[in-house]
């Protein structure tokens, strides 16, 4: 199976990163995040385990990859400081099927969210302060175990 | 032992990583943050209700009953709020 994990502060490229995905399936499946335009929000800033994160991430994966037959997998993640409106995470996956896919992509993306190490501190009004985890990530997360 | 801290666990510890040695009688995650906990204000704001905290050994994370050693790598930091 063809894997490609990237932390990086630079913007990604969505349609390159399906093109890397789309050979020999039948079926891509991405999830893109933006950081939401919220009121007052001016600025999210990233931080992560350099290390912790990519084999965390890679865990995740190959978790995936043994629930269903993909045949790729792309996680990249933003980290740095990033505006209302800009990309911050794309998850795609490839297999034959798009159940596989589909499937696959909702696991990364909940796994991603409540499992790898990554912060977001948030500046409000020249006020600055980390973002709280939420319950409903867990429990989105908990389906996968029932 | 290595210690790793992020987000506003390294702003309250003032540091985002120094090498201590082991504490005598610390065997696990549990008792190392209760050893932390003491050495400052700071230490203590960030290690006194383990409920808001999280952790890693080695980048995997763990329990606070997870045993420690002299060569870990231990990360503390706050629930993840990534994606």
Same mark, same amino acid.
């Given at each position: 199976?063809?894997?490609?994990?990237?932390?990086?502060?630079?913007?990604?490229?969505?349609?390159?990163?399906?093109?890397?995905?789309?050979?020999?399936?039948?079926?891509?499946?991405?999830?893109?995040?933006?950081?939401?335009?919220?009121?007052?929000?001016?600025?999210?800033?990233?931080?992560?385990?350099?290390?912790?994160?990519?084999?965390?991430?890679?865990?995740?994966?190959?978790?995936?990859?043994?629930?269903?037959?993909?045949?790729?997998?792309?996680?990249?993640?933003?980290?740095?400081?990033?505006?209302?409106?800009?990309?911050?995470?794309?998850?795609?996956?490839?297999?034959?099927?798009?159940?596989?896919?589909?499937?696959?992509?909702?696991?990364?993306?909940?796994?991603?969210?409540?499992?790898?190490?990554?912060?977001?501190?948030?500046?409000?009004?020249?006020?600055?302060?980390?973002?709280?985890?939420?319950?409903?990530?867990?429990?989105?997360?908990?389906?996968?175990?029932? | 032992?290595?210690?790793?801290?992020?987000?506003?666990?390294?702003?309250?510890?003032?540091?985002?990583?120094?090498?201590?040695?082991?504490?005598?009688?610390?065997?696990? /995650? @549990?008792? &190392?943050?209760?050893?932390?906990?003491?050495?400052? =204000?700071?230490?203590?704001?960030?290690? %006194?209700? /383990? @409920?808001? &905290?999280?952790?890693?050994?080695?980048?995997?994370? =763990?329990?606070?009953?997870?045993?420690? %050693?002299?060569?870990?790598?231990?990360?503390?930091?706050?629930?993840?709020?990534?994606?």
């Amino acid at each position: 199976m063809k894997t490609r994990i990237a932390i990086q502060c630079e913007p990604f490229d969505a349609a390159a990163e399906i093109a890397g995905l789309s050979d020999g399936a039948g079926a891509v499946a991405t999830f893109t995040g933006f950081v939401r335009r919220e009121g007052d929000l001016a600025t999210l800033r990233l931080e992560h385990y350099p290390g912790m994160t990519e084999r965390e991430i890679a865990r995740h994966i190959g978790e995936a990859q043994a629930r269903w037959p993909l045949l790729a997998a792309t996680v990249v993640h933003r980290v740095g400081s990033l505006k209302p409106g800009e990309p911050i995470v794309f998850v795609g996956t490839a297999a034959l099927h798009r159940r596989e896919a589909f499937a696959a992509c909702e696991f990364l993306m909940d796994y991603l969210k409540t499992r790898a190490p990554f912060w977001k501190e948030e500046t409000r009004a020249g006020v600055t302060r980390w973002v709280d985890a939420k319950a409903t990530d867990d429990h989105a997360a908990a389906r996968w175990k029932q | 032992m290595k210690l790793l801290y992020f987000a506003w666990v390294r702003q309250k510890t003032g540091r985002g990583e120094e090498t201590v040695p082991l504490p005598a009688g610390c065997s696990n /995650l @549990r008792d &190392l943050a209760s050893r932390l906990a003491v050495r400052s =204000a700071g230490y203590a704001d960030a290690f %006194g209700d /383990l @409920r808001r &905290l999280r952790a890693a050994i080695n980048q995997e994370h =763990a329990d606070w009953d997870a045993l420690i %050693g002299e060569d870990d790598e231990i990360a503390f930091f706050p629930p993840v709020t990534g994606g």
